[in-house]
């Protein structure tokens, strides 16, 4: 088969080739490799910067964070001394006022005892001048003689 026998230009192939790969090898070496190297690197710094950003920016977080922490700390404990603060004020208030309210309840025991002991003494009072008008009225009749002669 001619098509496939190439001895007659082997050579010249052979010499062809190994021109190309020189270039190419040279190309690659001089030039596209160098690009890709300087293009990693600058990838690798671009990642490597970033990471140091970013852990500079989590330990920021975490202090913010930290300090959020802190801050809910001291509101709640001041929130805490504020309704504990409420609180026994609260109950003082009320002492008094249930002091108050039982000095006044006991004040109107008093005065309505006073009262009633009044009340009484004039029940008594009328009570002892009915008695004797009805005595008088009682003995007048039984003994026939007018009321206002009798005294009792």
């Known amino acids: 088969m001619p098509q496939?026998?190439?001895?007659?230009?082997?050579?010249?192939?052979l010499f062809w080739l190994m021109v190309l790969f020189v270039v190419l090898f040279l190309v690659l070496t001089y030039y596209t490799i160098p690009k890709i190297r300087a293009f990693l690197n600058k990838r690798d710094n671009f990642v490597k910067d970033h990471l140091s950003k970013q852990d500079a920016l989590i330990k920021k977080a975490e202090l913010l964070i930290q300090e959020y922490d802190e801050k809910i700390n001291k509101a709640k404990e001041e929130a805490n001394q504020i309704i504990e603060q409420a609180r026994n004020t609260a109950q003082k208030e009320s002492e008094v006022i249930l002091k108050t309210t039982e000095n006044k309840i006991q004040q109107q025991i008093k005065e309505t005892e006073d009262k009633i002991m009044k009340e009484k003494t004039i029940a008594f009072n009328n009570l002892e001048k009915e008695l004797r008008e009805s005595a008088t009225l009682f003995v007048s009749k039984i003994t026939d003689q007018p009321s206002e002669s009798i005294k009792l």
Do not use: D, G, H, M
């Open 4 to 13: 496939i026998e190439q001895t007659e230009f082997f050579l010249s192939q």
